[in-house]
Structure formats: C-alpha cells, structure tokens
C-alpha cells in the first residue's frame, strides 16, 4: 500500500502564560478547536470565531472545504490556559507512555537473558520461512523503530537466550525473596520434589513439647494461660485511681477515674499484678504436661507485657522472685525443660542503632525471667533462647560482621550462656549460620520445616533427607556438647494445599510424623493446636503416654463446674415472637434447681486435668468442643400471614 508520507514534526514544548499569543487589532481572541490524530502525536486545530452568529441551516448546507482554513500546528499565539493545560496533560501521557514501554522492553529483555524458560505465547520462535519484519536493513527501515521491529526483535534476543540457555550449565536456585518476588514456578508447585527420610526415631526416648498456650487450659473455666497482656494506654489509665477504690475493678461500673490526679506506682501496680497471674498459672500448665506425658515447655515472652520497654520498662526481681522461683522448683521436681523464644523484631545483626538496643534489653529481660526461675545446673544451661539471626539488609557478609561484633561486645555473659541461633524460613539456611556457630561457640537449632523453605541447593535438596546426613548432624550437635546442654530441634508441617515460600511457611495444625531425629532429642513440634499436635504423634505411633489421653465428651468437661441456664422460662419479644433459650450443656443438679447443690465438688488440683479418665484430647477441626455448646435460640412466632397477595399466603 501506498500513501503520501508524512514528515514528523518535533512535538511542542511546554507553553506558559506570559508565552500566550494576543490579538493585535483589539477584536476578541477566537478559540482553537482541537483535533487529536490517533497516528500521531501532532495536535491540529480549526479557528472558530464565537463572536459571529451561528445559523443552524447554514451549518447544515454544504460548505466549500476550499475556503476554509487547512488546519495547523498549534501555536502558542493561539493557545488559552485551558488548551495549555490540555496540550500539558496529553504530553505528560505521551512521556508516561514513552516510559511504561521502555520498562516492558527491558523486563523482557531480563526474563530473556535469564534461565527461566520463555512463555509460549510470548516468546514462541519464529518460522524459518517468515516473511521478512522491516528491520534496519531494509530501505523503509530508517527512522525510529517500529511497534512491529520491536517486537521482531525482542522474539530474536528471546529464541537467543533460549538456545544458549540449553548449552550453559544451570544456575543456582533463586532465594526465596526472589521467588516470592518474581512469582518462579519451580520455588512453587513445579519445584522439585522434596527428598525425604525414612527413618523414624522408634523407640522413642526423648521430650516432646509445644509452645506457649494450652487450647484445653486456656478454655477453662477460669482460663488458665501465661500470655494476658494489656495496651499501653491501659496502664497509663490506670495510674488514676477506680472510681471507687474499695470495690473491685468493673468495666463499666468502677473504671478509672482520670479526673483524680495519676500516679505511677498504680500504673505499675496494674501490670504487675497482670503479670503474677500468667507466672502463677505456669504450674498450673507444668502438672497438666506431666500427667500426659509432655516434658519440654516453651514459655511466653508475653508473660510481662512491656518489661523490656523503653520508657515503661521495668525488672521482674522485686515482685516476681518468689512467683517464679515457685514455678521453678515444680520443674525441678518433674523434670521439665523450660524454654524461651524472643520475637521476630529482636536482632542483633540490624544495622540501626536502636533496633540494636531494643534486641539486648529484650534479651535481657527474657535471660532475667530464666534466671529467677532457679532451676538446677543442668536445667538451667538447658533453659535457652533461641533466636534468629534476622534481617540481611541487601549484604549478607555485613549482617554477619554486626552480629559477631554486637554478640561479642554487647551481651553479657549470662545471656551468651543462654543464646542459640535457629535456622528461619526466610534468608538463613542451616549451612549459612553453622560456620558462625561454629567460630562463636553458638549451639544451632535446626528447624525442618525452615530448612525445606530456604535451603542452600549447593549442598542438599529439599526434604529431610540430606540435611539429616550423619556429617551434618556431628557438627550440628557437636554445638551443644560444646556448651554442656541437652540438644533440641523443632518440627512442624506447612498447611495443605501450600504452593508458594510465603504460604508453606505456615503451620499445619498438627504433624503427620517424626522427623529423622535422634530417638533420644528433645524435640519441640510448633504447630496450631499446640498440645493436641503432641498427642496426635503419640496416638499414631504409640509414643510413652498415649493411652493417657482420651477423647473428649463434646462441649462437656467433668473437671470443672459449668451452670446452666434455666429451662423453659423465655422473654417475649414483641406480639408475634416468643424466644426460648435452650439451656448450655453443664454440670446440674439431679432436680434441676441450678447449680448452688447437690453440684459436685472439685478440688483446686484436680481442675482443668481432665477429669479421672483424661478426656483431653479432641479431633482435628472440632476446636468448638473445648466450649460448652452456644445458646440455641428457637423464634416461634404467632399464627400470621406472610406475603402481599391473597394466593401467596403462607400460614406458619
């Protein structure tokens, strides 16, 4: 096809006010109408004269194209503010549109150059017998390039790349940023398969535990758990006094009155006494372990809520010491292993300075709550904090170098005594942290479930396999012996159905096997419900202690006393409705008069146990039992009618 071409005008530049053409002769400026071609970037535009009267049928009759102006280029003799702007905004998205396509360019460029396979629908290759796409050679190929080159010759670079990928060795598996960054199939579901061990630790001899919270204590009937905590703004309010000083707290009845003036030893009055009723509840949690045959513990950092703040910061010993010392001496005495795990935000390797700071009094407070626990020798150097090495910060060796110079210069002694570092599933492999391990006298927590999420593929494959390799596991333990402390790992399966790094690096919640562990490790399984996990691995494999453990009654418990409502006398809610509350399923009388007699007496030990046949364990998915059953409220409404027309009736 052939046509006229056109000659490309450069595009205007940006016009101002003072740049605004005005008419010499006094008459009123016309106003340009203006044209936008699709095939160009040129702005034309037609003068029409607002000032002259319009006639409807002179406008409809022919009019010769002869003696009207050609259209032009715009000027800025012709130009108001409203065409300024317009002509402003239009060459804004000319450059956006400039910009957006030299990025797409560029990340196919990348995504060619790369080992990735192409897209077939994006870079399939060209026929040998195509027909030829204009490029620079040819004679109508001069100027800018076109949409079609430059799409010919992305499909070129893109069938290159492919044809040396095939002759280069592969490359090493991305990280997990960048897989979760680029969204990479084989960090996904077309990852290679995970290589597994067969071995199972049978007979087993070691310590099972979980984390933290109790699901069957902590619905209780007063809950029983370490981890109440509080806002800050709660503890500010409560520096005033109640309302009435002489009545229990209420909140809506006695709440702090703010118009008396604070002061803060109430303030610290509040949290301390919120913080003795999570350490007394930690023997509570350390007998019901022991009756079921779990061993190793971990306890909450959120025992004290804000110990290790800034400013509302405070030290456990002068009101916690013999609270504590009560909790240790219990697991002294049944041989328990208590733990500890600082959160996510304490790091030693950060490269600001305050995060450094708040990482060692975090510390700190966590290595006093171990310390005023007593615990003997043995327990003690076995009572750890585990923790991660954190953040990389774009300089792996860097985070490295901060963390050896802050764990060197910063801590005490009696807190290095207690650190260990723990592989995680987001930067650290267990082949990058055991060198440092190593050097620093470090004991090493190895975590399967991180490991199969970032691991080095220079050294093993996914799976439970080749990181269980017997030279691996030497060194690995060889950290604890070094130190005089009893060995432990952690274990927990990511959720069903998880494809990508950020999905598997939640917890199922529960484990379907061992890990090949030692038979003798202390192994932690961190899983969603908590206990119930542990007693799953034990009902499956016959672990020491299983048949203490039996199924719950749903929605009832025989170790506490649950009342119940009374039956049949119901609230009438207008002229049509009656509700009747069921009653709560729970422990009554045998005339049905409420719970004051003829209940059952518990005794303050035996509560919360699970009763005389240890009915503590339920199913995977019915949580709701742990509950009594919710109030059933049945509408029975009047005889009536219900609809607008006389054939749709409905009598109920």
Known sequence: MGGRKRKSLPSPPPL??????????????????????????????????????????????????????????????????????????????????????????????????????????????????????????????????????????????????????????????????????????????????AINSSYLPLPWRGRLGYACLNTYLRTAKPPVFSSRTCRMSSIIDHRHPLQHPDQPEHPTKNRPDKSKPPSLELGYKFVEDLSL????????????????????????????????HPEHGYKLAPFASDVLAEAGKVAAELGHRLTMHPGQFTQLGSPRREVITASVRDLEYHDELLSLLRLPPQQDRDAVLILHMGGVYGDKAAALARFRTNYTTLLSPSIKARLVLENDDVSWSVHELLPICEELNIPLVLDYHHHNIVFDASQCREGTLDISHPALMERIAATWRRKGMTQKMHYSEPCPGAVTPKDRRKHSPRVATLPPCPPDMDLMIEAKDKEQAVFELMRNFKLPGFERVCDMVPYER?????????????????KKEVVVEEEEDGVVDGDGEGVEDGVPVIAEEDFAMGGKGGRVYWPPGCEEWLKPRKKEVVVKKERGVVGGDDDDDMEF
Do not use: C
């Not at 079921?292 to 959120?302: A, T």
């Not at 009342?563 to 207008?574: D, E, L, T």
């Open 16 to 193: 101002n006010n003072h740049e605004l053409a005005t008419v010499s002769d006094g008459s009123t400026a016309s106003r340009p109408e203006v044209t936008l071609r699709r095939s160009s970037r040129r702005l034309t535009v037609k003068h029409t004269d607002y000032n002259e009267q319009t006639n409807p049928e002179i406008e409809s009759e022919n009019v010769d194209s002869t003696n009207l102006d050609p259209p032009r280029v715009i000027g800025a003799e012709d130009m108001d503010d409203s065409i300024v702007s317009r002509a402003l905004a239009i060459e804004g998205l000319v450059k956006t549109e400039r910009r957006m396509k030299l990025a797409t360019k560029k990340q196919k460029q990348q995504v060619a150059e790369s080992r990735l396979p192409p897209a077939p629908d994006r870079y399939a290759i060209p026929q040998p017998n195509a027909r030829p796409t204009g490029n620079g050679d040819s004679p109508r190929g001069s100027g800018p390039p076109t949409k079609r080159q430059m799409r010919a010759r992305d499909k070129t670079t893109a069938t290159a790349s492919v044809s040396q990928e095939t002759q280069e060795p592969p490359h090493p598996l991305p990280t997990p940023d960048e897989a979760d960054a680029l969204d990479i199939p084989e960090r996904g579901a077309a990852r290679p398969p």
């Open 277 to 308: 009723a999570n350490a007394r509840d930690i023997v509570k949690m350390l007998r019901w372990n022991d009756k079921y045959g779990i061993r190793l513990f971990r306890l909450s950092s959120e025992m004290f809520p804000f110990a290790s």
């Open 558 to 574: 025989e170790d506490e006393v649950r009342a119940a409502a009374v039956k049949g006398k119901g609230k009438k809610r207008g």
